[in-house]
């Protein structure tokens, strides 16, 4: 069985994740390569945090552990349904607002689509009826997530 090491991590934009490697040396060398990405916003200015050994503690330190913890805790739900809504619709690209008007219109098969649009055609999307959502994690849209 192989070990991985499990390092908690920072980007500049004080995005917290967690970076899984196989040794020190395999981080140092992804992290001088710039091979490291924030999954939340593309940033490859990262930095390792300290990390402590999981301790067993008493009810009243883990309510204050688990205080600590919520913020991370909030950023990976938000990022797993990111990653859901990316796994569940189709990427049309900057084909949105035509392709989001003909669903709309029912001259395309009815599915769940992202891409790219200007705000002015999101609004004239909207003034049609269209619900449009801006999807805030645009950096996962573009590469696989570890």
């Not at 004080?14 to 091979?35: C, K, P, T």
Request: aromatic fraction near 6%; proline fraction near 5%; glycine fraction near 6%.
């Amino acid at each position: 069985m192989s070990r991985v090491k499990v390092f908690d991590l920072r980007c500049d934009g004080a995005h917290r994740f967690e970076g899984w490697f196989a040794s020190q040396d395999d981080f140092d060398a992804q992290l001088a390569d710039r091979r490291i990405g924030c999954p939340l916003c593309g940033s490859v200015l990262i930095r390792r945090l300290p990390s402590a050994a999981r301790l067993n503690l008493g009810p009243a330190e883990q309510a204050a552990q688990g205080e600590a913890a919520e913020p991370a805790q909030l950023q990976t739900a938000a990022l797993r349904a990111a990653m859901q809504l990316l796994a569940s619709t189709e990427d049309v690209g900057d084909r949105f607002a035509e392709e989001a008007r003909r669903i709309h219109y029912k001259e395309a098969p009815e599915r769940g689509i992202r891409g790219v649009a200007t705000r002015s055609e999101a609004q004239a999307l909207e003034e049609e009826g269209v619900r449009v959502v801006a999807f805030p994690f645009p950096e996962l849209a573009k590469d696989t997530i570890q």
